[in-house]
């Protein structure tokens, strides 16, 4: 997908859907969501999905399959409609998959949109949210910690073992503020087993 391509080269995911269905009048386009991400406070920050294509009523696995993923707020499209956006990639990447694409332009329209925007250099006015500071990460840490009951000498210690680093300078506060609210349980419910 490296340097410069015409977009016009590249069919939509659209078109690769009409012409499966011409070609296989029985069947099946099915979709999963297998992964919505939260953050801490539980708001999705990710999807993950799947495209599974089934030729005919009788088939008993897929013929082809493909996997998707979108961030939220990645992108104009995805600041509203980023699951929708990744159901249409998985699709996309599934037909692909069982020969519905351009020889040579195996990516759809939509996925080469995606490259295109993620190389262009940002010219958004405002920035989309910039990212909370690391002192304000850390105490937001801390603060949890104590939520979850976890004793002062040990805090250092139980983020350290989260993070899944070897030094308390090497946690990636972001990351971590990411996490969700059930990793943090099970975190804490494994930390607090080894300390007993």
């Keep these: 997908m490296a340097g410069n391509f015409n977009l016009a080269d590249y069919e939509t995911v659209d078109s690769r859907i ?14 999963e969501l297998i992964e919505a991400r939260t953050n ?11 495209a599974e294509i089934w030729r005919d009523l009788g088939d008993t696995v897929p013929s082809a399959t493909g996997y998707a993923e979108e961030i939220l707020g990645s992108n104009p499209v995805n ?41 262009a250099p940002a010219k958004a006015k405002e920035p989309i949210a910039p990212k909370p500071s690391t002192d304000k990460l850390q105490v937001e840490a801390y603060d949890k ?22 030094t308390w300078a ?21 930390f607090n087993a080894k300390q007993k």
């Design 170 to 190: 090497d946690i990636n506060w972001y990351v971590l503020s990411l996490e969700p609210k059930k990793a943090w349980d099970d975190a804490v419910k494994k």
């Design 40 to 50: 801490d406070v539980g708001q999705i920050v990710q999807y993950i999905v799947k």
């Design 145 to 166: 910690c104590k939520w979850y009951k976890i004793p002062s000498a040990n805090v250092d210690e139980f983020l350290i073992e989260f993070a899944g680093v070897k």
């Design 79 to 119: 600041r509203t409609s980023a699951l929708e956006n990744c159901e249409t990639s998985a699709i996309g990447r599934a037909l692909a998959n069982l020969g519905f694409s351009t020889k040579g332009a195996r990516p759809s329209q939509e996925e080469m949109t995606k490259a295109e925007r993620t190389k």
């Design 18 to 31: 009409h012409k499966f269905y011409e070609a296989h009048k029985f069947g099946r386009i099915i979709t």
